[in-house]
Structures are given as C-alpha cells and as structure tokens.
C-alpha cells in the first residue's frame, strides 16, 4: 500500500461508496398475543390485561407519574423514578403490563433512570415501552391517536438514551418509528412533525445513510418553508443539513447552493455569527470544487466581521490553512494554526463538539505536513476535549483509528493497540457493522495483534476488514488487495502456508485484473508466493512476509 488510507476523522461527513445493509428495525415485529417480558426495576413479568377490563386508569395511579413528571421537569431525577415505579406497580395491577398507562410509567421511568446516570435501567425501561406500543399499534397499521402519541414520544426518548451512549446506528430505527407514529395523528403541514422529517433525516446523515436523509430533508424543508417562509432561521437551519446531505453524496454544486441561500438569509436577518458559520462551511466547500482564491474571499469577510477571540475566527484560520497548505505555502499554514490554537486553548466553549472537530483538523494538517507528533499531541487534547460527551462518540471513535494507525506505523505498537481497540467498539456502534471506516480499524488492528504475536486475534481481525473493504471498494481496489494481502501475511507468520498460499493468489488475481498499471505490484506478489513456496518446502532462507504495512509519508512514492 503506497500511500496513507483513506483518513476516517469525522467519518459523518465522508461519501458512502456502496450500498450498505439495512439498518436494524427498533424492535421485531410485535406477536399477535404478547409475549412474557420481565418487568424492568423488577423479576416480575409484563402481566396481560386484566380479564375484566378498567373502566378507568388507576387515579391513584396517574397521580404518581403527574408528580413524576412534575420532579422530572424540575431535574430531580431520583424522586421522579421513584414516584414512576410506584404508579408503574399500581398500573400493572389494575391494566395489566401490555397497556398505553404501563408504557407511560415506563417511559417516564426511562427517561429518570437515564437523566439519573443509570443507562443501563433506562434502555430496559425504554424498550419495554416500545415493545409495548409496537404491540398496541402495529408499525403500517391505523391505530388509536392517543397511543399514536404515547408511541412517538417512547421511541423518541429511546433514540435519545441510544445516542447518548454511543448508539447512532441503532437509534435511526427508533426515530423512523417515531415520525411514522407522529404521521398517524399531527397534521401534515405541522412544524412537529416538520422537526420529525429534519431530526430523522439528521439521523440518516449522521450514519451515513444521505440517500434516505435526502427525501426527509426536502420533506423538512417543504414544510418550513410553509410555515415560517423562506427568509427565516428554521428555513436556513434545514437547508445547512440538506448542504451536509448533498455533500456526502458528492453533489458539492448543490450543496454550495444551498449555503449560499442560508448565507442570504443570515445576511438580511443580521445574524453575524450564523453568517460567518455559513461561509465557512461555503469555503470548504468550494476547496472541495477547486475553487481556493473564492473560498479565500469567504474566510476574509469572516475574519473581517467576527471577533478577534471568536470560535468562528478560528475556525477560519483553520480553513485558510488547508488552502495554504495545499499550495505548499507551507509557512503561511502553520502561522494559521498557531493564531487558531491561540485562541482555540483559551476557550471554554460551550460546544466541545465544534472545538474538537477544530483541533482534529488542525491535527491532521499538521500530520499532511509530516509533523507527527504534534498531530499525536493534538489528537489526544481531542480526546480529552471530548471526554464525557457521549453524542460525539463517532469523532472519538475517528480520532482514535486515526492515534492507532500512526502509533502503529510509528512503530509504537503497543501504544497505539488501546486507541484501534476504543476506535472499533465506538465506529460500530455509530456507524454499523459494514462502515468502511470500521473496516479499517479492523484492519490495522489485525496487524498491530499480529505485530505483538497474538495471531489468532489479528486473524479474525483481518478477516472482518478484508469483508468490509471488498464490499465498500471492491476486489481490485488497492485497499481491498492491501487486506488480501495482510491476511496472507498473518497466515504466513502463522505456519499456515496453505490458507496463506490461498490469499497470496487471491492478490495475484486481483493485481492481474488491474491492467498494465500494476505490472510492478503484480510483479512483487509473484516474488511474494516464490518466497512463500520455500517457506512450504522448509528452505531456510526464504523470506515471508514482506513488511506490508504502509510507510508514514515522508517515504511515500
């Protein structure tokens, strides 16, 4: 492999390459008679109805979850679990676990025990109640309004609790299941279920899902230009994210569009700070179409309008640095970054989210400029930066493949092992099983374990990636044939030169079905399974595997 991967810092914004599988429905289609289910804060089970239904909820019942909610609102998350299991027990008994009043209790007492710092609790909690409502109000079928709206909020509330420990991916069901609950019984040209359309379309997005976050923007941008007209804040809000949208499907002409009519807006209404956010996002855009000297004119009016000490003049500087750089004006790019760093250290932001993406950028300038060790430096101000903000695990899930790949080609191996084993677990959880970032983590994870003599580990490591990156890329990409490769190296180490012998092939083939362009990889993999075959006939000199892991970028081609 001749040169860096592709980068996965801030993995949100990167082009999905092929189509990907379905994302998890929240729950499983609900059984036509509900099933026994443990009863969460408790070892009893959801009971069915009681044979002789209520005429009425428990009043004794409901004026426990009124004063829940009451201490709820009021932040008093213990109290307000405490007040939710109670009228949970008394509503049990009298309706029976498989109700609209349980799943209320439920959803309150999820929402408390998240509030409270019990994750855990509330998951269970949560999903109890959305077992439930699935189980009252089929998905695809008409039911009643009132569970309609018990449902949305339940699967809502859920998603949440999801994303605030990591869990994007499987979150989306919930909110897809929440907007189709809303559909149900709000007006179709309401602003909440407007909100629904963009918060599920953000969703999308946020997994890399744009071909599905497309349809839901533009519903969400239908329906705020309908209620709050073209030249407002909410209209500006919706097209910002269907900018995103078009970027990660390659469409950097539409997407600048549509910053351009947020620019206009934010320009007539007066709003500077929004303004200067937009026209930064339309000067990395149009670095993206090759227009530098345009997106230089951008980051001057930034600078111009925002305060010296602003987040937003930071970022610009950022911005000034990839143009700079990019011109080998190397010089001028790192002044840039000092002036963004000077004022970046002394704030306390009130979104880490934006500082951290801010230092990881600036730290992958400085890798592009081959000053390594401050890039480490900064990406670990990163990860400090984002420590305790759970709705940001995919960046630290990038920043962390990003640590492990240059610790292990630094030949820190042991160091960068901890960071590739945190990237894994955190990019699954935000991106799926089959994102190609993912596919990658696995990848130099397989070769930092085989590094450190744990074979059997790495294998199952590099078998993960060499499937995910032959089903992102294909077989013939250079990154799918790196993966054959490596496989072929573990079993190589490994003893098991007939599986190596399998894979070596395997990459003769692909290089073979390259063309004339890769007569010199063709060539070194030939050279590669000579050595191999001495290594089956026992001949001691023979040499196998190569080093293949990639060279930093001072010794590139």
Not at 55 to 70: C, K, N, Q, Y
Request: net charge neutral; glycine share 8%.
């Amino acid at each position: 492999m001749r040169r860096l991967p592709k980068s996965l810092l801030l993995a949100c914004l990167s082009r999905q390459l092929r189509p990907r599988s379905p994302l998890p429905l929240p729950h499983p289609p609900p059984p036509h008679r509900p099933l026994p289910r443990r009863l969460p804060f408790s070892t009893q089970t959801l009971t069915p109805a009681p044979d002789a239904a209520p005429a009425a909820v428990d009043p004794a019942g409901l004026a426990l979850l009124e004063a829940a909610e009451l201490h709820e609102s009021e932040g008093d998350h213990r109290k307000a679990l405490d007040l939710a299991l109670k009228g949970l027990a008394r509503l049990q008994e009298s309706h029976g676990g498989w109700s609209l009043p349980v799943a209320r209790a439920l959803r309150l007492a999820g929402a408390a025990a998240s509030h409270a710092g019990l994750a855990g609790d509330g998951l269970e909690s949560l999903g109890a109640a959305a077992d439930i409502v699935d189980y009252l109000a089929p998905a695809g079928r008409r039911g009643k309004p009132e569970v309609a709206a018990v449902g949305a909020a339940v699967h809502e509330q859920l998603a949440r609790a999801k994303m605030a420990v990591g869990r994007r991916w499987d979150a989306v069901g919930n909110l897809r299941r929440a907007l189709e609950l809303k559909g149900a019984y709000l007006d179709q040209g309401s602003a909440e279920l407007g909100d629904a359309y963009r918060d599920v379309a953000e969703a999308y997005a946020g997994v890399l899902e744009f071909d599905k976050a497309l349809p839901l923007c533009m519903k969400a941008l239908g329906i705020a230009e309908g209620r709050f007209g073209e030249d407002s804040t909410e209209v500006a809000k919706v097209r910002r994210l269907l900018a995103v949208i078009h970027i990660g499907l390659g469409r950097h002409v539409d997407a600048l569009e549509q910053i351009e009519i947020a620019r206009m807006v934010y320009e007539r209404l007066g709003l500077d700070v929004e303004l200067s956010q937009v026209e930064i996002d339309g000067a990395n855009i149009r670095i993206l179409l090759g227009k530098s000297e345009e997106a230089l004119n951008d980051l001057k009016r930034v600078m111009k309008r925002a305060d010296k000490e602003s987040e937003e003049r930071a970022l610009a500087y950022v911005t000034m640095a990839k143009i700079l750089n990019s011109q080998e004006r190397t010089g001028d790019a790192k002044r840039c970054l000092e002036i963004a760093r000077g004022i970046i250290d002394t704030k306390d932001s009130v979104n880490p989210g934006r500082v951290a993406e801010a230092y990881a950028e600036i730290s992958l300038l400085h890798e592009a400029m081959t000053e390594f060790e401050t890039a480490l430096s900064l990406m670990k101000k990163t990860l400090t930066v984002l420590k305790g903000t759970k709705e940001m695990q995919h960046i630290e899930g990038s920043i962390s493949a990003r640590m492990g790949w240059l610790l292990l080609h630094s030949e820190r191996v042991a160091e960068g092992v901890p960071y590739l084993e945190t990237a894994v677990e955190k990019l699954k959880n935000c991106f799926g099983p089959q994102h190609f970032g993912l596919g990658f983590a696995y990848k130099h994870l397989g070769q930092a374990y085989l590094e450190t003599d744990r074979h059997e580990s790495a294998v199952k490591f590099l078998t993960l990636a060499k499937d995910i990156i032959h089903a992102t890329f294909g077989p013939t990409h250079e990154d799918s044939i790196d993966a054959t490769q490596s496989l072929a190296n573990a079993y190589g180490v490994m003893g098991s030169y007939k599986l190596a012998m399998d894979f070596q092939e395997q990459v003769i083939d692909a290089y073979r079905s390259c063309g004339p362009g890769s007569s010199d990889d063709l060539r070194e993999a030939c050279r590669l399974r000579e050595q191999l075959k001495m290594k089956m006939k026992g001949l001691r000199h023979a040499v196998f595997p190569a080093n293949s892991l990639p060279m930093l970028p001072e010794h590139n081609d």
